[in-house]
């Protein structure tokens, strides 16, 4: 795996300060990425919450320390949520909604979805799931579920431990969806096909309780071919309004037919018409060019934010890596909508972006529901091991550590809460050090793994802190055991996160 910047060095300060301003764009692109040189994340869609800019994303599998395989987009296990207020500072509030949350995920995919709708005091997001088995050579079948939660970055939590229904009690196939306002002031859903051999836009109503179709839906007439032949609506609908207008985005596939044609690629694309229903089948216009040489997605997430418009866009991180390991990171940019109502094209390989060019400030949220094990900075005698539901375990030896960059604990943390599993014969004295700015700082408290459930068996445990901690600090989790001579691994640890004071 080649680093492509930001490499840490342990035992050092320094090094870790340097990943707090990240000016290392992806060498091929201009982009100002959101986790640059860290986080993989795909698949983005974006609202104005309070004062806030919320994004919400996939996440490929993991980061640029931890890259796995992500065959046919079957290693997307998290949701994730960011927050920003001025598009140079960003907020990482971990996983929101993962996998294993869902029983009926006969897969490990959890795909493009949104999240962060408030209605009835709560926040709702809504998700698709694969539905046939993991193991079966292609991209799979989804149904899309509905979830609450109490805070807008999650915990979210399955409303009906199933799929959301038709008005007829069927599933609800899809994928792709999202919610928006018609004129109405009802809210709506809109989604793709949930068979991704198939090609397809439906909206419907939700009901007031926002986890229920109002009526059964409708399909939008979308463009179907291009000049050269090509599928024109491919997937991912996506609209909203501007003026008097509603633009439908989506995403095109066009295949290499010629010179005289699109070079090949993955495109965003939009059409206009009078009312959110269609039909749209004027002449299609192109939003966002394909990135790099087009044999990775991209995809669209479009939103107001201070009374401006904004495009959330992902593009690969790696043009070479293998195409099948689909590692990708998300960019934000102003959609400029012109005086004539068309879009201002977008080209990823000459976009700089919002907010300060090349200037990225990541801090992790403390707080945030999971933080997974598999997001760290750096190791040390720690290897990953894959789970249950398609998250990954760190079995750490003695003395191994993982190192997690600029967690901000805001105004104080009163306690740990971790999943974990002893692994060692002998489990007396094994504990999971917290340790704060560097391997050898001030330890704030210790979780001890007495009564933790061995093996593939995971408990989730708390530990008190021992001293106050505020603010932003590197965090350094260190697996110890009271010979310090345990041959293999003490433990494995799958998430945690800090309660507050």
């Known amino acids: 795996m080649q680093e492509r910047c930001c490499r840490v060095r342990p035992f050092t300060v320094l090094s870790s300060l340097l990943c707090l301003i990240a000016f290392c764009a992806h060498p091929a ?54 927050s920003t207020q001025d598009f140079d500072h960003w907020v990482d509030h971990g996983s929101i909604l993962t996998g294993r949350d869902v029983s009926w995920n006969a ?48 915990p979210y939590h399955d ?38 051999e198939k090609h397809e836009a439906w909206l419907a109503p939700l009901k007031s309780n926002r986890v229920e179709l109002a009526q059964p839906p409708r399909r939008l007439v979308v463009p179907e071919k291009d000049e050269c032949g090509n599928l024109e609506y491919y997937e991912s609908p996506l609209l909203f309004k501007a003026g008097a207008k509603w633009y439908l985005t989506y995403i095109a596939y066009k295949e290499d037919r010629g010179p005289q044609c699109d070079p090949k690629g993955s495109y965003v694309q939009y059409v206009v018409a009078d009312s959110m229903w269609g039909p749209f089948d004027s002449a299609p216009r192109r939003l966002l060019n394909r990135a790099l040489d087009g044999q990775e997605s991209t995809q669209q997430g479009i939103c107001r934010y201070r009374d401006e418009w904004y495009l959330a866009y992902h593009v690969p991180y790696d043009d070479v ?7 990708r990171q998300v960019a934000v940019t102003r959609l400029v909508i012109k005086s004539d109502g068309s879009l201002e094209q977008i080209d990823p390989a000459n976009d700089p972006g919002v907010g300060t060019p090349g200037l990225t400030r990541l801090t992790l949220d403390a707080f945030a529901p999971r933080r997974e094990a598999v997001e760290f900075h750096v190791r040390y005698g720690v290897e990953g091991e894959p789970g249950l539901s398609g998250e990954y375990a760190m ?13 901000d604990f805001g105004a104080g943390a009163r306690a740990l809460r971790a999943e974990v599993s002893l ?20 330890r704030i408290g210790s979780l001890v793994l007495t009564g933790a459930r061995g093996g593939s068996t995971y408990s989730v445990l708390t530990a008190r802190l ?25 433990l494995a640890l ?8």
């Open 494 to 501: 799958t998430w945690f996160s800090f309660e507050r004071r």
């Open 466 to 490: 021992e001293r106050a901690v505020r603010g932003v600090h590197n965090l350094f989790l260190v697996a110890r055991d009271q010979a310090g001579t345990a041959p293999g691994p003490l």
């Open 107 to 154: 897969g490990s995919a959890l795909w493009d979805g949104d999240a962060g709708i408030p209605a009835n005091g709560r926040f709702y997001a809504y998700a698709p799931f694969r539905i046939n088995p993991t193991g079966e050579e292609n991209y799979g079948r989804y149904d899309i579920g509905v979830f609450s939660a109490p805070r807008i970055d999650g």
């Open 29 to 82: 692109l201009a982009q100002k990425l959101i986790t640059p040189g860290y986080l993989f994340n795909s698949d983005p869609t974006c609202r104005q919450i309070g004062d806030t800019f919320y994004l919400f994303t996939t996440q490929d599998p993991f980061t640029v320390q931890f890259q796995r395989p992500n065959t046919f987009y079957r290693g997307m296990y998290a949701y994730h949520a960011f």
């Open 321 to 327: 890596a293998p195409y099948n390991d689909h590692h």
């Open 159 to 196: 409303v009906f431990g199933g799929s959301m229904k038709n008005v007829d009690g069927s599933p609800l196939s899809g994928l792709s969806p999202s919610v928006i306002n018609g004129d109405d002031g009802s809210t709506y859903l809109i989604w793709g096909a949930g068979d991704t």
């Open 423 to 442: 692994l060692t014969r002998d489990p007396a004295g094994v504990v999971l050090e917290i340790r704060l700015d560097r391997l050898s700082g001030p």
């Open 395 to 407: 079995k750490m030896k003695s003395a191994g550590y993982l190192q997690f960059n600029n967690m």
